[in-house]
């Protein structure tokens, strides 16, 4: 039996008069329904509403049932990194541009989401990808990544040399522009731009796309989800390497260091309304849907 919810989180996409309204209308809409409302601390300050306690994110995860992005498929990454840590189901509603991750309109967001609260829904599972960098066998840093971690240069157009290996066996060595490892959910994103292949979502999987190899026998590689992939970063780069997870988070990488790249423990749960369709997501937002001739 699917459960129905009690305490929602808000989360904003801030300084966005769009993402404003639409927050507002979902303050007034869950709290005429007797619902509690936790306020994430931009938006509250955004909106000035009297009589509500901001809270951060973690203070959303620790206490919600349920989270409301709302804003683009960024705002939904950087909410998905904390959240996947609770069991709290995300739902989005798109402010932004693609919205692979924002299934609700902004404009008719009351139906389905009655649904959703009264248990109505699609749940799926979403797993993100965990980047540790190593120096000299110490770990040094690491984050996680909802759609991809890009392992790049700090300077444009300037190529790197790197040996990959999956559960420490040798695959190749590369000089490139940098590697994309990408998640089914990132496979929509960057992998997509770099000639990667789409994932369907379930799929237990890690794609990994060169950025301009310099030999064209380099080809995107698929390996199973379970494996870990590890880059090694030759001595004979240049400093100022950097492994970007989701294009927000950053972390620095030099010569000699270890990239360790494997499956987080903690899924994303999100909650689509009962008529979500994938491939209607990829035909809309891809332009599938138009005549060729």
């Known amino acids: 039996m699917k459960k129905t919810f009690q305490t929602i989180g808000l989360i904003g996409k801030p300084h966005h008069e769009g993402a404003n309204q639409t927050l507002l209308q979902l303050y007034q809409y869950l709290t005429q329904k007797g619902l509690d409302v936790l306020v994430e601390e931009r938006v509250a300050s955004e909106l000035a509403l009297e009589g509500v306690s901001p ?3 973690v203070q959303i995860g620790e206490r919600a049932d349920l989270a409301i992005v709302v804003g683009g498929d960024g705002n939904m990454l950087g909410a998905a990194r904390v959240l996947s840590r609770f069991d709290v189901g995300v739902v989005g509603v798109n402010r932004g541009n693609l919205g692979f991750l924002t299934d609700l ?30 120096r000299h066998g110490r770990l040094k840093s690491s984050n996680t990544a909802v759609n991809e971690a890009v392992l790049h240069p700090g300077k444009i157009a300037h190529m790197i040399d790197f040996e990959v290996l999956i559960d420490d066996d040798f695959v ?102 009962r008529c979500y369709n994938y491939y209607e997501v990829l035909r809309s937002k891809l332009g599938w849907s138009r005549r060729l001739f």
């Open 105 to 134: 309109s902004p404009d008719e967001f009351e139906a389905p989401l009655t649904e959703i609260l009264a248990g109505e829904y699609q749940l799926e599972k979403r797993f993100l990808l965990e980047a540790e960098v190593y």
């Open 55 to 57: 809270v951060d994110l």
């Open 172 to 273: 190749f060595q590369q000089r490139s522009d940098g590697l994309i490892i990408s998640t089914p959910t990132g496979s929509t994103a960057y992998s997509l731009s770099g000639g990667g292949p789409i994932m369907m979502p379930s799929l237990d999987a890690l794609v990994l796309t060169p950025m301009f190899p310099h030999t064209l026998s380099a080809r995107p590689i698929v390996v199973d989800g379970d494996h870990t992939i590890t880059l090694r970063v030759s001595d004979g780069n240049e400093d100022n390497l950097q492994v970007s997870c989701d294009g927000h988070v950053t972390l620095s990488v030099m010569p000699g260091d270890e990239i360790k790249l494997r499956k987080h423990p903690s899924p994303l749960t999100l909650l689509h309304p």
